[in-house]
């Protein structure tokens, strides 16, 4: 662990953490030498292995992109990108400030990328699920405010790909090793290890901390609710399952404007996990007087584990009981993956 770069790390994000490992929030260890070129080229072949199926390559596919919200937190947005073979590029592209896909993205976001900013080559090895992403010179006049967050929603636009999971930036052809501005480290390839609009709760002793991913709701201007993933770094718990249902019930902080997804009033639940499926069995606290469970409650919770899990399904039960109806009027009698994309929000 280095201590300067991980104390670099912890004073932009306003916390001082350590995670479980106690290794820095950016993943120190080397991934297998892809040997780019000093201007990291757009392999098409390689490039290709990002796009969620072939038919959407001809009909515009819907991707996540992360923006910065009129709170200020970095969120998922789903949108759809025009027809192309570049689906990862794309993505990147409709994230920059005024940018392409700026139609596109609803009233309230901003994007994270400075404003002029072209993605100049995007390399995505297969075998080590590493992308390597070149920026233009441009990257470089982001607000210093939001260098952390820059990094945030490029690191987990990229590795909501299946085939990526961790990233590397360069700009103008050179790998970065710290951010220019705040001069923020960067050990290495970023993976979503770094976490995500960072807290730290306040029982959480410093060098003590496991983090988890929580998604609260948030809302447009519009009135149309969205989620939020925060990062929130807790006392250390090998039990990370239990601690992530523990937090949601807890709720968002208060200087957060994010609001509870589970009520206060519900039950920790018992939870079991094993041969990729985490179940979940609540009791009937969980139920609303209609007898139906809260459909975003029941959402965050399976974006929450999943986040935790990988690529583990969610079994959620009342009183042992696989038949929950919800308000949404979605099914939860089977296991439930992770969705695709997050917030399709309406314009």
């Given at each position: 662990m280095r201590l300067t770069k991980w104390t670099?790390?912890?004073a932009i994000a306003?916390?001082?953490v350590a995670l479980t490992s106690g290794c820095s929030l950016l993943k120190s260890k080397e991934s297998e030498q892809i040997d780019p070129?000093?201007?990291?080229t757009n392999t098409g072949a390689k490039?290709?292995?990002?796009v969620p199926g072939s038919?959407?390559?001809q009909q515009g596919a819907q991707v996540t992109v992360y923006m910065k919200d009129k709170n200020g937190n970095v969120a998922p947005v789903t949108v759809r990108i025009p027809k192309t073979e570049a689906v990862a590029r794309k993505t990147l592209e409709f994230m920059v400030q005024d940018g392409a896909g700026k139609d596109a993205i609803p009233a309230g976001f901003t994007g994270l990328l400075p404003k002029g900013t072209t993605v100049k080559g995007l390399d995505i090895n297969t075998t080590t699920k590493t992308a390597t992403v070149d920026f233009s010179k441009e990257f470089n006049a982001y607000d210093p405010a939001d260098e952390r967050k820059l990094l945030e929603a490029v690191t987990w636009a990229l590795t909501g790909f299946p085939n990526v999971n961790e990233v590397r930036i360069w700009?103008?052809?050179k790998e970065l090793k710290q951010m220019p501005q705040g001069k923020l480290p960067i050990d290495g390839a970023l993976t979503r290890a770094m976490g995500i609009n960072l807290e730290r709760d306040a029982d959480a002793d410093f060098g003590q901390t496991t983090p988890v991913t929580l998604y609260f709701l948030a809302q447009t201007d519009s009135h149309e609710p969205y989620y939020v993933p925060v990062t929130r770094l807790i006392k250390r718990t090998?039990?990370?399952a239990k601690a992530t249902i523990e937090q949601l019930i807890a709720g968002p902080s208060e200087k957060s404007k994010l609001s509870s997804v589970v009520a206060p009033t519900v039950e920790l639940p018992k939870i079991e996990s094993a041969n990729g499926l985490i179940t979940v069995n609540f009791s009937d606290t969980l139920l609303g007087p209609d007898k139906k469970a809260p459909g975003e409650a029941l959402q965050a919770i399976v974006l929450s584990l999943t986040e935790m899990a990988g690529d583990a399904k969610v079994q959620i039960?009342?009183?042992d009981d696989v038949k929950i109806t919800s308000t949404d009027n979605q099914t939860y009698s089977k296991p439930v993956s992770r969705p695709t994309n997050v917030n399709a929000i309406k314009m």
């Open positions: 670099k790390w912890v306003g916390v001082t070129p000093p201007n990291v490039g290709d292995d990002a038919a959407t390559v700009v103008e052809g090998d039990d990370k039960k009342v009183n």
